[in-house]
């Protein structure tokens, strides 16, 4: 009977241990918003380091000095041209995927990015989507570099739509 005791211990203290690890984006279910339309969305995006997302109406999307998501934005590049997006939504809430084929432009975030690190051809972001409780105002975001720590990357309007 104590030894059943102690294996019991031992696979809680286990399990402890991985909840501890894992950082709040490695594991992350999503907002839980399922109202939001994609006329909502649709417009303009920036945030506070200078990137900007439009997501037009026709489904199209013009990006530019957009990073990359968790550990590919520790290579530093950011990208801008045109693609494609659309509304999605999981168990978990709504997500705007957002597909760029061909960058139009490659830019590097400075200082201290990685200069020897390729760009990729093509890039998909998974922006969640959030509605704030007090204002209802809708905020994209993704999580940035690595998973255990949980930095977000927020996009907010931009007063046009």
């Known amino acids: ?48 380091e200078g990137a900007r997302v439009e997501l037009r109406e026709d489904g199209t999307a013009a990006v530019r000095k957009l990073d990359g998501q968790d550990f590919a934005y520790d290579e530093g590049w950011r990208l801008s041209g045109t693609g494609a997006w659309r509304l999605a939504d999981s168990e978990g809430g709504q997500v705007v995927r957002l597909a760029l084929k061909a960058p139009a432009r490659v830019d590097r975030r400075a200082p201290g990015t990685a200069e020897d690190t390729q760009p990729p051809s093509s890039y998909n972001w998974y922006l969640y989507v959030d509605r704030s409780q007090r204002e209802k105002e809708v905020k994209l975001f993704s999580f940035y570099g690595d998973p255990d720590v949980g930095h977000t990357y927020v996009l907010t309007r931009t007063g046009s739509k």
Request: with cysteine.
């Open 1 to 48: 009977m104590a030894g059943g005791c102690y294996v019991r211990v031992g696979v809680v203290a286990f399990g402890w241990l991985l909840v501890a690890c894992a950082g709040p984006a490695q594991y992350y279910g999503g907002t839980g918003v399922h109202d939001v339309t994609a006329t909502e969305v649709t417009g303009g995006w920036v945030n506070a």
